[in-house]
């Protein structure tokens, strides 16, 4: 089998988890997005998490040429991405009970604000006890996770539920257990994952249904802008200075 051929197949399987999600997950993609619009427009702020490759999602969301200004990365030390040695210690922090309450505790989360919480798996103790303390604190959550791995796997968590569980809206990516997408008989484990190209297409397609809501309501949606244009600093300065107060990653 040629290498073409392989990267045929794994776009065609991108593609069609996409417009699964496209077809499955419209409802549930628009009320997420009218949460985050009513979380500006009642002056709360917004927070993404995710741990291991899942923060790679969060990440793109965050200070992001054409996203709203107003979405801060919560970060944990130590399972963002894969910045840690070994990089394994991510993965172990991610099963440590109590982690999320001590990293809420210390963060500037408060009621009224909304964080997105992206977990492949949503079985590990750190997202879903994150997402049990965040709406103790009168936050709304919204969970970005594989729905299947709540039927075929067991939780990690102390309570033995999953993300999914402790969600105010729950966007299934219809990943399958295990991420890849191909397997060929001359290549041992399944290869080529999927997950980060679909979970990122959903939180963008989320973040332009809050634009666009916004907008319908008379509220120009705090939009950043590409600082490789002409008038982008310009422009980024001023939507920074009018919601400074809701904006953490330049303080």
């Known amino acids: 089998m040629s290498d073409g051929k392989l990267a045929d197949q794994f776009f065609d ?35 993404a998490f995710g741990a291991g ?44 009970d109590g982690l999320a309450s001590a990293v809420l505790d210390c963060s500037p989360l408060r009621s009224g604000d909304a964080l997105v919480i992206i977990s492949l798996s949503g079985r590990n103790a750190l997202p879903v006890e994150m997402a049990m303390k965040a709406r103790t604190l009168g936050v709304k959550v919204i969970g970005v996770t594989s729905v299947a791995y709540a039927t075929e796997t067991r939780s990690r968590h102390t309570s033995g539920t999953y993300l999914r569980d402790h969600c105010d809206i729950v ?51 705090p939009l950043l802008r590409s600082g490789n244009v002409d008038g982008g600093h310009e422009w980024n ?12 990653y330049q303080r």
């Open 237 to 248: 300065r001023r939507v920074m200075e009018e919601y400074g107060d809701r904006i953490f």
């Open 13 to 47: 399987a991108a593609i069609e988890l996409l417009q699964r999600v496209r077809d499955e997950e419209t409802q549930s993609i628009t009320a997420a997005g009218t949460l985050l619009a009513d979380t500006v427009a009642d002056g709360g702020r917004l927070f």
């Open 53 to 96: 490759h899942s923060s790679l999602a969060a990440q793109d969301v965050v200070y992001r040429a054409g996203g709203l200004a107003l979405m801060n990365l919560l970060a944990v030390p130590g399972v963002v991405g894969v910045d840690v040695m070994p990089a394994t210690l991510g993965s172990a922090l991610e099963r440590v």
């Open 171 to 221: 966007l299934d990516s219809k990943i399958a257990i295990g991420d890849a997408t191909l397997t060929v008989d001359t290549v041992p484990a399944p290869f080529a994952p999927a997950s980060t190209v679909v979970t990122s297409a959903i939180l963008q397609a989320v973040m332009a249904t809050a634009a666009g809501a916004l907008a319908e309501r008379g509220i120009e949606p």
